[in-house]
């Protein structure tokens, strides 16, 4: 199995500041993707990280919101622009590994505009 | 077509008793779902997953039963624990097309001592 570690675990952060999440996987993996889980809700896909080239970013969510690098097989990064209360929500890191393609998730970030 | 319908939204059942969540789909070019767990606080953890040419699976007390024809699957789980209360998410991808995680709304499970 793949562990992916997410950070920050949690932050408050002021309106209209922008932040950015880090995720690493143990182990290269072929795919990563970021969700956003609101409380309470089902898991949305935000976009498909790829590496060495821009995100693809799923309807409703653009770049210029939520820029997404990926510089290697292991790490990727998600940055929440501009934040509104709206933004407050969980972000999670997944990424496709291990044998069977197994898609596992990180512990998310939990994140709250004030 | 890419939405997996999961019911119901919250289940209590007593200590022993066996919890079955129910999930349907429409998009016959998924070939893989999976089931997750989730706790207060956590990540989705992969629980259980079955492919479309098994129509069932067994680890541990998890089970999942799968029927191709009606497009559903469903997952049961044996001599429920209070420990198993959690929120449960059933998931299909199309590895050979968008390949990307679809969920169900997620069902809030409760295990009574």
């Known amino acids: 199995s793949a562990v992916i570690s997410q950070k920050p675990s949690r932050d408050i952060c002021q309106r209209g500041t922008s932040l950015t999440i880090q995720c690493q996987v143990d182990?290269?993996?072929?795919?990563m993707f970021w969700y956003r889980q609101q409380p309470g809700q089902s898991l949305t896909l935000i976009a498909t990280a790829n590496q060495g080239s821009e995100a693809t970013y799923e309807s409703g969510f653009v770049i210029d919101k939520f820029p997404i690098s990926r510089p290697n097989l292991t790490f990727s990064t998600l940055t929440v622009s501009n934040m509104s209360p709206e933004d407050s929500s969980i972000y999670l890191c997944s990424a496709m590994g291990g044998s069977g393609n197994t898609i596992y998730f990180g512990e998310g970030s939990w994140l709250t505009v004030v | 077509q890419q939405q997996v319908k999961q019911s119901p939204q919250s289940l209590i059942v007593q200590k022993g008793g066996i919890p079955i969540i129910n999930c349907a789909y429409e998009n016959t070019a998924f070939d893989y779902f999976p089931w997750y767990q989730q706790f207060p606080g956590k990540g989705p953890a992969l629980l259980i997953a079955?492919?479309?040419?098994?129509s069932e699976k067994k680890e541990g007390r998890f089970t999942i039963s799968f029927n191709k024809s009606a497009k559903q699957f469903s997952l049961h789980i044996m001599d429920s624990q209070p420990g198993d209360s959690a929120t449960y998410f059933c998931a299909a991808i199309d590895w050979a097309g968008a390949q990307k995680l679809v969920f169900g709304q997620g069902t809030r499970l409760t295990i009574n001592p």
């Open positions: 079955i492919r479309p040419d098994v």
């Open positions: 182990s290269q993996v072929t795919m």
